[in-house]
């Protein structure tokens, strides 16, 4: 295999014509410049230079290699450059998957903070529910609900960004919905809408807390996503209970109280490939910290703009999983 420090040495002797010359515009003796090409002549097997009176001359073959060796270097810069900019974040892929409602509310705002500071980099957004069990198909930032005995695995780190309480969304003329928070009991004689699938984590935590009310949640009607759920409370047909990132999508007609006593809550995490870490990837993570604190998104420059917090239950300071 060819040395590609002696070809840069090679293309230097024949660009400048000699080895002085050479030796000058590389700031190597004249000694190490004879002894590179020497090596290389060795290597190839192929005379590559006569002389002519006091300079060199590249051969028939060494005409050849010299543009090969150019066409090599050229290729080579081009190789570097790019390793460059993926160093620096200036290109390449960051894939970022997330669950409807941190979608609807975090996902613009997020999404513009790394194409503004990194406009060549393709983002791959992807809509996942849960975390894929096999490590190969995961996005490079995934946020996601937890589940009971969550960890990220190997090779994946997971910051928590917020716990995410829950909101009971109810018509605007309902007698309780003026109210700062309800008693989750309270509610247990109202008609309820379902608005997740049976197996789903979110619904796993309002149903525990029910139960530690002493009831069963009254299903009337089974949605499977929070617009169609609150969509039949616009219609009347009941009430639904959501978590608090799921208000940005509320309808103007309708009310979020607070539930309490027991608060179900559930927790917002983002699960990164530690393979992956970059500032792309750096930057996304910094700004769902920043919507998740209900705080302005920074911007390239520093400056940000001001996200749209959540109404309750924000918390800035992140936990850290490995």
């Known amino acids: 295999m060819l040395d590609v420090h002696r070809l840069r040495v090679f293309s230097s002797v ?3 014509g000699s080895v002085q010359g050479a030796a000058a515009n590389l700031a190597y003796t004249p000694s190490a410049v004879s002894q590179h090409i020497t090596a290389l002549q060795r290597e190839t097997g192929l005379v590559l230079f006569e002389r002519v009176g006091r300079g060199l001359r590249p051969t028939p073959a060494g005409l050849v290699l010299a543009a090969e060796a150019d066409a090599v270097l050229a290729r080579l810069g081009e190789a570097e450059s790019r390793v460059a900019d993926l160093r620096a974040g200036r290109t390449g892929t960051l894939s970022i998957a997330y669950f409807a409602s941190a979608g609807a509310a975090w996902l613009p705002s997020a999404v513009r903070r ?11 957004l992807r809509l996942s529910e849960a975390l894929p069990a096999d490590p190969g198909v995961r996005a490079d930032l995934q946020l996601i609900v937890e589940t009971e005995g969550f960890a990220p695995g190997p090779g994946f780190t997971a910051h928590r960004l917020r716990e995410d309480p829950y909101l009971a969304v109810l018509p605007r003329e309902h007698a309780r919905a003026g109210e700062g928070a309800i008693d989750l009991l309270d509610l247990a004689g109202e008609p309820w809408i379902d608005n997740d699938v049976a197996d789903g984590p979110c619904r796993a935590r309002l149903v525990q807390a029910c139960h530690a009310a002493g009831f069963a949640p009254p299903f009337r009607l089974r949605a499977h996503d929070y617009p169609t ?8 047909m009941g009430i639904t209970v959501i978590p608090g990132l799921c208000s940005v999508l509320l309808p103007p007609d309708l009310r979020a109280v607070p539930v309490v006593r027991p608060a179900p809550v559930r927790t917002v995490t983002a699960v990164l490939r530690s393979a992956s870490d970059g500032p792309p990837l750096r930057a996304a993570l910094e700004a769902f910290r920043a919507l998740a604190a209900g705080d302005p998104v920074p911007g390239p420059s520093g400056s940000g703009h001001r996200s749209r917090p959540g109404p309750i239950g924000q918390d ?3 936990d850290v999983l490995t």
Do not use: I, K, Q
């Open 14 to 16: 024949v660009a400048s």
């Open 114 to 124: 790394v194409s503004e500071a990194f406009p060549g980099v393709r983002l791959d």
């Open 229 to 236: 759920a609150m969509a039949f409370v616009s219609a009347g």
């Open 316 to 318: 800035g300071r992140p």
